[in-house]
T-cell receptor, first 115, second 111 residues
Framework: ETGVTQTPRHLVMGMTNKKSLKCEQHLGHNAMYWYKQSAKKPLELMFVYSLEERVENNSVPSRFSPECPNSSHLFLHLHTLQPEDSALYLC??????????????FGPGTRLTVL | KQEVTQIPAALSVPEGENLVLNCSFTDSAIYNLQWFRQDPGKGLTSLLLIQSSQREQTSGRLNASLDKSSGRSTLYIAASQPGDSATYLCAASGSARQLTFGSGTQLTVLP
């Protein structure tokens, strides 16, 4: 048990659908992250939140919309996705952004397939 | 922009062998270097974190080293076991407080 949960674990959606991914951390951390892991490519950081404020947005298309209502929950809202958006989406959390000795704890991921 | 490279991409060894996984990074201005393990279809598990001021960290059969000047880190696994089979990822944390990941080394330990 990593302390970070993600739902759903698997999701298949059409290009016109709207869906949301949910992440919850039970570790009392202040920072949360969304990553995308595509086949044969390194993990790509998508969004970073610290104390519910977005601090990084790495040129992610607007069809991905994050939401952080509190420090324990993070959502990724999806709409009008493309087949190339199919990937494993990983959520992570860490105590803070500033601690150099701080590691990130990852959830199990949501396997997304866009038809 | 930081780039992280891992060699080899895949490695297969017999059980009991000692092995080394390599990681290189282009920007030596890092906060720390982390090694993770990923099992198929699952998230990442943190193995070791080496702060920029440190040279190595050990946990059980795992030892990770860091040489900032040469932009290299290694993960040494002693007496490998089939349960060690997984993909091993290294990630460098820079001033932007972001982790830049390598593509990973897929390790298979044969019984």
């Amino acid at each position: 048990e990593t302390g970070v949960t993600q739902t759903p674990r698997h999701l298949v959606m059409g290009m016109t659908n709207k869906k949301s991914l949910k992440c919850e951390q039970h570790l009392g951390h202040n920072a949360m992250y969304w990553y995308k892991q595509s086949a044969k490519k390194p993990l790509e950081l998508m969004f970073v939140y610290s104390l519910e404020e977005r601090v990084e947005n790495n040129s992610v298309p607007s069809r991905f919309s994050p939401e952080c209502p509190n420090s324990s929950h993070l959502f990724l809202h999806l709409h009008t996705l493309q087949p190339e958006d199919s990937a494993l989406y990983l959520c992570a959390s860490s105590q803070d952004l500033t601690d150099r000795a701080d590691t990130q704890y990852f959830g199990p991921g949501t396997r997304l397939t866009v038809l | 922009k930081q780039e992280v490279t891992q060699i080899p991409a895949a490695l297969s060894v017999p059980e009991g062998e000692n092995l080394v996984l390599n990681c290189s990074f282009t920007d030596s201005a890092i906060y720390n270097l982390q090694w993770f393990r990923q099992d198929p279809g699952k998230g990442l598990t943190s193995l070791l974190l080496i702060q920029s001021s440190q040279r190595e960290q050990t946990s059980g059969r795992l030892n990770a080293s860091l040489d900032k000047s040469s932009g290299r880190s290694t993960l040494y696994i002693a007496a490998s076991q089939p349960g060690d089979s997984a993909t091993y990822l290294c990630a460098a944390s820079g001033s932007a407080r972001q982790l830049t990941f390598g593509s990973g080394t897929q390790l298979t330990v044969l019984p």
